[in-house]
């Protein structure tokens, strides 16, 4: 009886190691700052509110939309960090790249406290299909609690045909690099 208890045990032991070969690494990504574009000489407070992120985007997963009404999930593919973190935090330091005279940093922050200009940004979409991957955006500036500029902003870019994983995340922090430089333009306008 003694025999077969511990036949059992390395036989299970066995079968797990064994799955546990077979099992996929997850591969983990983050969003780079790019600093790309002329600097401003604006001298000011700017705060960059955490931005907002569509649901099916808050995961852990890399995941798109295919253009139309169906999602792309990656199963191995994983953010390094909470996405809407990353978006922020590479959205800020963006801009500081782009305004060094002004001091930018990322909320909340207490009403006293509030910055002389905020930016929020609200991602409304951002897709893949076929080689483009496109992000749509809702881009608000306030002045001391008022808003002042309201606007759209899509932008795309082209990616090559079956791209990785980490290509597409490229892509997205060269679409944020993007995004930085009209909030940069929007920003040196309210001056």
């Excluded at 960059?48 to 990656?74: C, F, H, Q, T």
């Excluded at 922050?109 to 955006?137: F, H, M």
Aim: charged share 20%; aromatic share 8%.
């Amino acid at each position: 009886m003694k025999n077969v208890q511990w036949f059992s045990v390395l036989v299970a032991a066995f079968l797990l190691s064994a799955c546990a070969a077979n099992v996929t690494p997850f591969q983990y990504f983050t969003l780079k700052p790019l600093e790309t574009g002329k600097a401003s000489n604006t001298k000011t407070s700017i705060g960059v509110s955490p931005v907002e992120i569509p649901g099916w985007m808050d995961r852990a997963n890399l995941v798109v939309n295919d253009g139309g009404y169906e999602l792309k999930r990656y199963d191995v593919q994983r953010w390094g960090e909470p996405v809407q973190d990353a978006i922020t935090r590479t959205l800020t330091q963006n801009l500081n790249a782009l305004l060094p005279e002004s001091d930018v940093e990322s909320g909340p922050w207490l009403r006293s406290q509030s910055p002389d200009l905020a930016v929020k940004v609200a991602i409304n979409n951002l897709a893949w299909y076929d080689s483009t991957l496109e992000l749509d955006t809702r881009v608000t500036l306030m002045k001391k609690q008022v808003r002042v500029q309201s606007r759209t902003i899509k932008l795309t870019r082209n990616l090559p045909e079956n791209s990785s994983p980490q290509q597409l995340v490229e892509g997205i922090s060269y679409l944020l690099a993007d995004l930085s430089q009209r909030i940069q333009k929007d920003v040196v306008a309210q001056q």
